[in-house]
């Protein structure tokens, strides 16, 4: 139960978010406290007001983060004298998969390189007209996606950017870790927020690169993998 959680987990799981991606690792941060037990099934969560205090985020940045797991399952909003944001009773099964702590941190680390690498290596090319309009119209496939293709139209994106990179082995080794990533995405539910989120980073890398700024899309590559990356830990560590 709640009460008999050591003050040490507390402090863990409610510590302050990152900034870059604070929806994400505030829905992983949710998830982490449910998992752990710190909030048990059917018991409420603090304050919005509170949470936003805890992870140093805006409250309505926690009120997406709760709409988000309200939707899959993980709480319940009652409202009322009695109301607040309840964890579920049951909570959602944890995805069952063959999966390590270690195989998720080497999979994820060969995944930031790879992808910040190809990034880096595309900004840093003169793209032809042709280039510069594929990776135009990928892009815009991912923003006019339903919710059932956008991750689909999402690899197809990030794999786009590393066959423009011209390293023909830098593309397969993307495209394999690219493969067991979305095994693991396809475990838990596509977030509609953390979609939005998403959009405008794709949107940061897309500039930077037509606009010949390595640094700049290596920068906005790692921010927007540090999203998804905080999600599967959340869901699946």
Known sequence: MTAHVPPDVRRTVYRPVRGGNALEDTVARIVQTVRLGVVAPGESLPSERDLAARYEVSRDTVRQAIGELADAGYLERRRGRYGGTFVADPVPAPARLELTAAELDDVLGLRR???????????????????????????????????????????????????????PSLLALLTENRARVNAWLDAFPLLARSIEHSDIQHDRIVAAILAGRPEAAETAVLEHLAGSEALLRGFLA
Do not use: F, K, M, N
């Open 113 to 167: 390189v790879l992808e910040a690498g190809a990034a880096r290596a595309v900004a840093s090319r003169q793209l032809t007209e042709a280039e510069r309009a594929e990776l135009r119209a990928r892009h815009a496939a991912v923003h006019a996606a339903p919710e059932a293709e956008y991750r689909r139209r999402d690899t197809l994106l990030h794999l786009a950017i590393a066959e423009l990179a011209g390293i």
